[in-house]
């Protein structure tokens, strides 16, 4: 379920952020232990993430004007969404991924 979300998500911002400028600039889906993964987009001026943290077990939407992009980034929070499925998984899924694109609106 969370791929579905994560994926969900990932394909409606790069909709949504490449209407507006943005590029992908990094993304990485290696996290063996807690299989987190993150993108990056920027548009030269400002930088967005999406996140999944396993470790937390939370869908994350952050930015950043802190260019370039680097491993001292300072990150602002928009959207922590908890994962916590429901009975009916398709419903969630939808939900949740519509809550995270709603941040950026």
């Excluded at 807690?34 to 548009?43: A, E, G, Q, T």
Aim: proline fraction near 4%; glycine fraction near 4%; hydrophobic fraction near 40%.
């Amino acid at each position: 379920m969370i791929n579905h979300i994560y994926i969900a998500v990932k394909q409606e911002l790069v909709e949504r952020l490449g209407q507006q400028g943005y590029v992908i600039i990094e993304e990485r889906e290696n996290d063996r232990v807690y299989d987190s993964k993150f993108i990056v987009w920027s548009n030269d001026k400002d930088l967005i993430r999406f996140t999944w943290d396993g470790k937390e077990n939370v869908f994350l939407i952050e930015v950043s004007n802190d260019l370039p992009i680097s491993p001292l980034t300072t990150w602002s929070g928009l959207c922590v969404e908890s994962f916590e499925p429901t009975s009916d998984p398709c419903v969630y899924v939808y939900n949740t991924a519509a809550k995270i694109v709603k941040t950026l609106e």
